[in-house]
């Protein structure tokens, strides 16, 4: 795919997420959970952030969970859907995720919650954020992993190949983890840090799981996408493979959402540098107690440095 390859729908995107904004209340416990986290990790930062930014707002919770620590003054909430701006707290702004209108340095903290997975160019936004920041400034985000979903997309695949010998995409994809460290080394960020984690969500059936998701913006928006909708049976069939599957005990059924959670900090020259190549002062062997071998050696270790198994 090429740098300018164009994979979400954007203007469609945010014609679906209007649509739901004034019921976001009902579909909010997966942003309320990654606000809480995103929080609790700004919160354990040493230092004041005088001006933040919330960007992919929704109707504003993460910026109201960071904007309620004693360390962070202004927060700014920025959303591409007027209707969810119009349910922010103010100052609110109305912009596209690729393209700020924010004047470079001007931010100490910019915090994004389940929003930058749906942009088309991740790269050039990551690079806005961190020119926005003030040197040493902080971006925290939480994304969308590769493993999100991995039920529904797998059953919308049986399903219409079997009712139709073929498939489209009705679920979007999701980078790993690797690939989203990569993009924030990519767009300049010191010390940049992604972790991922896998939450298993619980729903009343398949249906009510795929409006929350379209509540989130989270369906099939992909440009190469089929226009027309599935057939009744053949969504009928993938319900009922999916209940067959994954279904509980009380007759509900769950989802995967991997989120991955993004730290990168604007280069300042204060900031920890990692050591020149050829400037270490113990070789590793030596502090492991054991003999250094060349690659593609075997190499034998102490017992003390083997991992402990379970019996």
Avoid at 4 to 26: H, K, N, P, V
Avoid at 259 to 287: C, E, F, M, N
Avoid at 293 to 309: L, Q
Wanted: proline share 7%; charged share 25%.
């Amino acid at each position: 795919m090429s740098e300018d390859a164009t994979l979400f729908d954007r203007a469609l995107l945010r014609r679906r997420r209007a649509r739901f904004a004034y019921e976001m209340g009902e579909h909010d416990a997966l942003l309320a959970y990654v606000a809480a986290e995103i929080a609790d990790r700004a919160s354990l930062i040493l230092r004041d952030f005088p001006l933040a930014l919330d960007l992919g707002a929704y109707q504003g919770q993460l910026g109201r969970a960071v904007a309620r620590l004693p360390c962070v003054g202004e927060m700014i909430y920025a959303e591409s859907v007027p209707s969810l701006a119009a349910l922010c707290p103010r100052p609110a702004v109305v912009c596209d995720e690729e393209l700020l209108p924010f004047k470079e340095e001007s931010l100490n903290l910019v915090v994004s919650g389940l929003a930058l997975h749906r942009v088309n160019d991740l790269p050039g936004a990551l690079i806005q954020i961190r020119r926005a920041l003030h040197p040493d400034g902080l971006f925290l985000g939480a994304v969308l992993g590769s493993h999100s979903l991995q039920e529904l997309r797998r059953v919308l695949i049986e399903a219409e190949a079997e009712r139709h010998g073929g498939v489209s995409p009705h679920v979007s994809p999701f980078a790993d983890v690797r690939a989203y460290g990569a993009l924030l080394q990519r767009a300049g960020f010191a010390l940049p840090v992604t972790d991922a984690e896998l939450l298993t969500v619980t729903y009343p059936n398949p249906r009510v799981l795929m409006r929350e998701i379209r509540a989130l913006g989270g369906g099939n928006v992909m440009a190469a996408r089929r226009k027309a909708p599935l057939p009744p049976g053949t969504l009928e069939r993938a319900e009922e493979i999916y209940r067959n599957r994954h279904a509980t005990a009380e007759g509900k059924i769950t989802a995967s959402f991997e989120i991955v959670y993004l730290t990168g900090w604007a280069p300042h020259a204060s900031q920890q540098k990692p050591l020149a190549p050829g400037s270490a002062k113990q070789r590793l062997a030596d502090a492991l107690h054991t003999t250094e071998h060349a690659a593609g050696d075997k190499a034998s270790f102490p017992a003390a440095a083997m991992p402990k198994r379970n019996p």
